[in-house]
């Protein structure tokens, strides 16, 4: 059984930071891209980033410079760090794993239950 559990959401004021965790299980997610999207009320999911087997990150232009994600294939966990929030970042950010590196979220067949993050302004 496949899983894929974050954590680390929560409230922030802007300008701070944030570092979310997502867990995977129920196989070795080591040759997996592993990608975090966030949705927020009344939008469509969005892209936030991912990183390739081989380390190799992708960014959305809206969080570049300023989010960092990183893989510790030991723990088959990901890690997003997030500094300099913006009350824009506010979302329900989701975790996802699949075989192709890619910012559509259908290329992802695995999700996570997403975590909730909030930046106050």
């Known amino acids: 059984q496949v899983q894929l559990v974050e954590s680390g959401g929560g409230l922030v004021q802007a300008g701070g930071s944030l570092r979310l965790s997502c867990v995977a299980s129920?196989?070795?997610?080591?040759?997996?891209?592993r990608g975090w999207f966030r949705q927020a009320p009344g939008k469509e999911r969005e892209f936030v980033a991912f990183v390739t087997s081989g380390d190799n990150t992708n960014y959305a232009d809206s969080v570049k410079g300023r989010f960092t994600l990183s893989r510790d294939n030991t723990k088959n966990t990901v890690y997003l760090q997030m500094n300099s929030l913006k009350p824009e970042d506010t979302a329900v950010y989701y975790c996802a794993a699949g075989l192709i590196p890619a910012s559509h979220s259908g290329e992802y067949p695995y999700w996570g239950q997403g975590t909730q993050v909030t930046v106050s302004s």
């Open positions: 129920g196989r070795t997610f080591g040759a997996y891209v």
